[in-house]
């Protein structure tokens, strides 16, 4: 046992409760630790190096031999920027199991003598296993966890691979339970644990009247495999007993109920998170005698914060106590580290270098510069012969903050927010590799630079001019510090057809097309002659223009909807089609998927992480209250285990929103999933929501329902819908719809609008000269009918096809991956930022508008020759780049994807719409 003392106690009661609970604990860990030779713990360690030599040794970087910077390095393993620090942290374990060696900024690769030792220890790594196993038993599904998270590593790092499909494999929680209880370490620490809690309850029960309940608080408590040990050991006193089992996942409230509620009746399961400020909830702050937490406190932000609202819910001489890993083990880092969660803390100055613990000395300090007064740490015992890698960290709570004497280093972590990140961050590694450019490239740059320049003047000086007033997020989104001279949005002179003209006068070849609202080309004749009669007869909003009930009309009919209602955007759309769906099954959970886009609402800016086996959702952006998003759920998109989550927790539901076809992953064939997806949903009663703001009216007619076979509950609909007019809309089943005013009713009957209303309004959401739009593009749409979609598709692919066939003769790590007329220019291959961004701007340079967010489309005005300019302005560009040492030669990582075909007739759900079957049937399936 470790202590620090050094303050008088004023609380007699508690100093005596501390005294027991100190004697039974340094008693227990001088028996039962120094029994506990080895835990195998340290076996992990001799383990790993094989398991990640065999994962490892076939890298280019292992085969070539050559020594290469740390950025390039993570270039070459294509580590995506949320696992930087995770690929710090497995190069430094890396260095230290001698696989790699470290000289400044540069990692240099074993040489033949050690690769030799490596490959030999790799051939007896069965046999060692073996032998591990038969020594440790228990930690044979430690071992399978550590094996699976090795292998899976390479995907994980460049986001191919979610981690939680590692770790949890359809949902199961198998490999990592047994890392918690039923194995020798964690059992001997949850008796240590178990033994303190119940001699201070011992303690407390005597001295105290018997009307007096003594009041205990577990953090984080999950499955329960510290609560188990605690509650059978505080049997005895059951009747005298408040036992608050916590954590801010309801599934664990529930497994409590079932599993330790009717055994253990004092329990008490509650909803509380240590990371949040208390209030006066459930639980009021300053009632605890006794609070605890096993490997919980780590997994916070701020660990200063997280004690100071443990304080809050003590009561004056109340006793925490902490069961948490003090050394850094490569175990945690190798299986755990994989997960968001393992990196959430934001204060690394006081955790362990690579990663989120604490020691000893940092615990006792945090602790004492947070009102508690006495601290003990509880390990293996004196007599032990193995260094203790846990403790259970025990602190007296007197309120009297105890600064430390020793300086704080200012936190140097940028703090991320799931998908978003910010400008800084992106800052901080950008000009690291700005830093590190060649002579040969810094001199193509700047006379590319020059030249770029003196060819856009008037877009640069009004950038210039109008940004201290004009708040562009536009204008920045492509902003690199190597590049920041030629960072400035090109201003529209004209457009026509496919053709762009600037303010300078310099042409393009548009396939940026307004972000995909454009479908048929600029000024197409039909659109700008609906749109002249309309303003030529004026733009007045309060009255009903008459195009809005036709455009319903013919949404519904090329969609196979029951009814339709228009708002003021995309963003808007969503909104009110999760609100509708929470109005009609009364339920207000929703489930979204990583890696998608549906507007900017607050109530859909989330992303998920599981932290110690539970899930959790956070607002992506600041400024957004985590409320907001507390009723969302974000799951990995395509995956069985997603629908296993979504099947489990159908009846909490309200809605599934879903990206039929990702736009930001077009590599995937999602169709299956969605047909699943519609199953679960329609069997439970859960709303399944289509956002179609890329897919309706680009794909097919009839949407991504047609081209998938699979009829959604509620769309979205936008970008195409309103032809370059900021238009949304909501299709779908009249049920839903009916929200909006009522539904459906009759002149000269008794007929009413009988349906309970939720609120919508939209003072432009069925503006004149917005719906006068919208009808004409459906009504051209109806006219041209599917092969209008199924042309432009065919081109698409066979222009895709063309530069990937390009990309890999020149060994261009580059691919076009499409879907429907949408594609995108990705990275296959080790691709750094400045060569991706130099890309853009020498194809707009030589007359190309590509999108600077990756999103480009294909409209009915690009014709063949247009088509073959743009695969011969690719060829240029890489060739001129090259030239300066960009885009060097590297053969692709993988074969690009074909999209998903659509899904066939003869098979495609049953609906109630003529229409919707004849659009169907005009599929062209390949």
């Known amino acids: 046992m470790d202590r620090n003392t050094s303050v008088p106690d004023e609380h007699g009661e508690a100093a005596t409760a501390w005294t027991h609970m100190a004697a039974a604990m340094h008693d227990t860990a001088a028996r039962e630790g ?37 950025d390039e390095l993570a270039h070459q393993w294509r580590v995506i920027p949320k696992y930087d620090r995770l690929f710090q942290a497995l190069l430094t374990i890396l260095e230290g199991f001698d696989v790699v060696q470290s000289t400044g900024t540069r990692v240099v690769p074993p040489d033949p003598v050690r690769t030799g030792r490596l490959d030999a220890e790799l051939a007896r790594l069965d046999a060692a296993k073996r032998t591990w196993l038969a020594a440790y038993p228990d930690l044979a599904t430690n071992l399978e966890l550590l094996e699976t998270c090795i292998a899976h590593l390479p995907g994980v790092l460049d986001g191919s691979v979610a981690a939680t499909d590692v770790l949890f494999p359809e949902g199961s929680l198998h490999l990592v339970e047994g890392v918690y209880r039923g194995n020798r370490n964690s059992d001997y620490y949850n008796r240590l644990l178990a033994c303190g809690i119940a001699a201070t309850v011992a303690d407390l029960t005597e001295r105290r009247p018997k009307s007096e309940k003594i009041r205990i608080l577990e953090i984080g408590a999950g499955t329960g495999g510290s609560s188990a040990f605690v509650l059978e050991a505080l049997k005895p006193w059951s009747d005298r007993l408040v036992y608050w089992y916590t954590d801010i996942s309801v599934k664990f409230l529930n497994h409590a109920r079932t599993h330790f509620q009717p055994h253990y009746p004092f329990v008490e399961p509650q909803l509380f998170d240590v990371a949040r400020a208390p209030d006066a909830g459930e639980i009021p702050p300053g009632t605890c005698d006794l609070a605890f937490a096993t490997n919980v406190l780590h997994a916070t932000p701020h660990i200063g914060r997280t004690l100071r609202h443990l304080a809050a819910m003590m009561t004056p001489g109340g006793i925490a106590m902490i069961n948490e890993p003090t050394h850094i083990q490569h175990f945690g880092t190798l299986t755990f580290g994989l997960l968001d969660g393992w990196w959430l803390f934001e204060d690394g100055e006081r955790r362990i270098p690579h990663s989120p613990l604490l020691d000893r000395d940092a615990w006792t300090r945090s602790l004492r510069e947070n009102g508690f007064a006495e601290v003990a740490c509880f390990g293996r015992g ?158 007045a909003l309060g009255m009903r223009p008459p195009s809005a009930a036709r455009a319903a009309e013919l949404l519904c ?46 109530g859909v800016l989330a ?51 879903v990206e039929p076809m990702q736009s930001r ?135 895709a096809r063309r530069l ?82 960009f885009l060097p030669r590297r053969k692709p990582a993988r074969a690009p994807i074909l999209p998903e075909p659509p899904y066939r007739t003869d098979t495609a759900p049953k609906t109630g719409s003529p229409k919707w079957g004849a659009l169907l049937a005009e599929l062209d399936i390949p």
Request: hydrophobic share 40%; charged share 25%; glycine share 10%.
């Open 557 to 602: 009919e090329l969609t196979g909807h029951e009814r339709a209602v228009f708002t003021q955007s995309g963003t808007e759309a969503v909104m009110t089609a999760v609100r509708l769906a929470r109005h009609a099954t009364g339920r207000h959970q929703i489930v979204i998927f990583a890696n998608s886009y549906h507007g900017h609402a607050d």
């Open 665 to 799: 992953g077009l590599h995937q064939h999602p169709g299956p999933f969605l047909r699943e997806l519609r199953r679960l949903t329609e069997a439970a009663d859960v709303a399944l929501i289509f956002d179609e703001m890329i897919t309706g009216f680009r794909t097919h007619p009839g949407g991504a329902q047609a081209w998938f076979g699979v009829r959604a509950d509620l769309c979205t609909y936008g970008k195409v819908l309103g032809g370059g007019i900021g238009q949304g809309a909501i299709g779908g089943r009249a049920r839903y719809l009916d929200g909006i005013d009522g539904g459906t009713w009759r002149y000269g009957d008794d007929s009413f609008p009988a349906v309970e209303r939720t609120f919508f309004a939209g003072t432009h959401s069925q503006n004149t000269l917005g719906m006068a739009a919208v009808e004409a593009v459906l009504s051209h749409l109806r006219q041209a009918g599917p092969e209008l979609q199924h042309a432009l598709n065919r081109t698409c692919a066979e222009m």
């Open 607 to 657: 992303y998920g992480m599981i932290e110690d086996g539970r899930l959790l959702t956070k607002p992506i952006s600041p400024a957004i209250p985590p409320g907001m998003v507390r009723d969302v759920v974000v799951l990995d998109y395509n995956t069985p285990a997603s629908l296993a989550w979504i099947d489990r927790h159908r009846d909490s539901l309200a809605a599934v929103l």
């Open 34 to 70: 120094a029994a506990l030779e080895n835990d195998g713990g340290h076996g992990f360690e001799t383990l790993g190096r094989p398991l990640l030599w065999r994962t490892f040794r076939g890298t280019s970087f292992v085969r070539d031999a050559v020594a290469v910077e740390r």
């Open 382 to 539: 004196e007599r032990s012969a193995v260094a203790s890698l846990q403790h259970v960290i025990t602190a007296r709570y007197d309120g009297v903050p105890r600064p430390s004497a020793e300086p704080r280093e200012a936190p140097t972590r940028v703090k991320t927010y799931g998908p978003f990140k910010p400008m800084n961050a992106d800052l901080i590694q950008a000009q690291r590799a700005g830093a590190k450019l060649s002579d040969r490239k810094r001199e193509y740059l700047a006379a590319f630079t020059e030249h770029y320049r003196g060819k856009n003047p008037t877009s640069r000086a009004n950038a210039q001019k109008f940004r201290a007033r004009y708040a562009d997020q536009r204008a920045i989104a492509f902003f690199h510090p190597t590049l920041k001279e030629l960072c400035f949005p090109l201003e529209l002179d004209e457009a026509e057809g496919a053709a762009l003209r600037d303010v300078d006068g310099n042409e393009y070849l548009d396939i940026a097309m307004d972000f995909g609202c454009n479908l048929f080309g600029h000024r197409a004749p039909f659109l700008v002659e609906a749109m002249r009669g309309r303003i030529a007869n004026g733009l």
């Open 804 to 885: 990937n066939a390009f990309f890999i003769a020149e060994e261009v790590p580059m691919m076009v991956q499409y879907f429907a007329s949408l594609f995108r220019f990705e990275p296959n291959g080790p691709l750094s930022p400045i060569d991706q961004s130099l890309f853009v701007y020498t194809l707009r340079d030589k007359g190309i508008m590509i999108s600077e967010i990756g999103n480009n489309f294909l409209s009915t005005a690009h014709r063949p020759e247009d088509i073959d300019r743009l695969v011969a302005v690719v060829a240029e560009a890489v060739s001129d780049l090259r030239l300066g040492g």
